[in-house]
């Protein structure tokens, strides 16, 4: 099978093109801009920047499915110029290339959107994909209109569409809040997160890019909507004593009472990393278990691993 991947460069991109080389697809890469990729890939085609009026005609031609990866992310401020950003990328040109894929006859559209459509918090219960969605910042409500321009082009013209909630995802690469955790176990700082007691939810990129693959080959329901996670979900501080075992370092907690913990946050206008830190968010995968007969084939701890390897071998090369 032909498979274009856009995002091709970015941390799930670059992943998705080993998993699918791996698997026996041919892939093709839409990238912005001529830029050489870690992965070798058979084709690449420049799409420049993704938009209402992205050219994608050379880039679908001869394809039979689209892994849809790229996206407008980690902008920190929702004001409206950053809005801006993200209708266009996200929901605009979603809409603008599943709308190209159906009239160019592509059989399949596979979309990797964020659990951020569900909401941020699971203070009662896990999120399942039969939630009404509940978006909080620009990001989630971008990924939502994104999710519901596919469905309805997907029920329109009976092409089959797959959409992939993860939640935060680690692995080789993994930027912004997760290698932060991994500098503060780094350098053995004493954190005041012993008193949480939260759940989290994570999936690691090997166990996401093994459902990707599997929804690309496996006959699927029209419409689909799959939350997935590695099956595991941790406290933040047993996420970082793991991250700890896994890097050979103490990790120092202090007991400090969550509710001082998001009252400092606030007051220093970060309340946003204090809910991700003391917050719970968990996923119910057991849908996407049963309807596909897939489990996560990693475990937290390897996948743990590799990650923490990747950050090693990454500091040391750069002292070197």
């Known amino acids: 099978m032909r498979v274009l991947v856009t995002g091709a460069t970015g941390f799930v991109g670059e992943a998705l093109c080993t998993a699918l080389c791996g698997a ?3 892939v093709r890469a839409a990238l912005r801009r001529e830029s050489p990729l870690s992965h070798s890939v058979a084709e690449r085609v420049v799409v420049g920047e993704i938009g209402a009026a992205t050219d994608w005609k050379a880039a679908l031609r ?35 290339l599943v709308k190209t894929a159906a009239q160019a006859a592509i059989c399949r559209f596979v979309y990797v959107s964020s659990i951020k459509v569900n909401g941020e918090e ?15 910042d620009i990001y989630g409500i971008s990924k939502m209109l994104a999710e519901e321009a596919i469905l309805e082009t997907g029920q329109r013209t009976g092409m089959q569409t797959a959409i992939v909630r993860p939640p ?14 991994m500098r503060w176990v780094d350098k053995e700082w004493p954190l005041p997160l012993a008193s949480v007691r939260n759940r989290r939810s994570l999936v690691s990129i090997w166990n996401l890019c093994d459902l990707l693959v599997r929804l690309l080959n496996d006959p699927l329901p029209t419409a689909g909507t799959w939350l997935v996670s590695d099956g595991q979900d941790l406290s933040t501080p047993d996420l970082l004593r793991r991250i700890g075992t896994a890097m050979d370092r103490r990790v120092r907690l202090l007991p400090v009472p969550p509710v001082a913990l998001r009252s400092a946050a606030a007051l220093l206008m970060r309340k946003a990393e204090a809910a991700r830190l003391c917050g719970s968010l968990t996923l119910d995968i057991s849908q996407t278990c049963r309807a596909l007969g897939w489990s996560p084939p990693m475990g937290v701890d390897e996948g743990l691993k590799r990650t923490v390897d990747w950050y090693l071998s990454r500091d040391r090369s750069h002292e070197s």
Request: charged share 20%; aromatic share 6%; proline share 9%.
């Open 62 to 96: 001869g394809v039979d499915a689209i892994m849809h990866a790229a996206a407008r992310a980690h902008v920190v401020r929702d004001d409206p110029g950053n809005a801006r950003l993200y209708t266009e990328v996200n929901v605009n040109g979603t809409r603008h």
């Open 168 to 181: 935060l995802v680690y692995g080789p690469g993994v930027r912004a809040n997760f290698l932060r955790l």
């Open 24 to 26: 026996g697809h041919t």
């Open 122 to 136: 699971t203070p009662a219960r896990s999120f399942t994909p039969d939630d009404a969605p509940n978006p909080r």
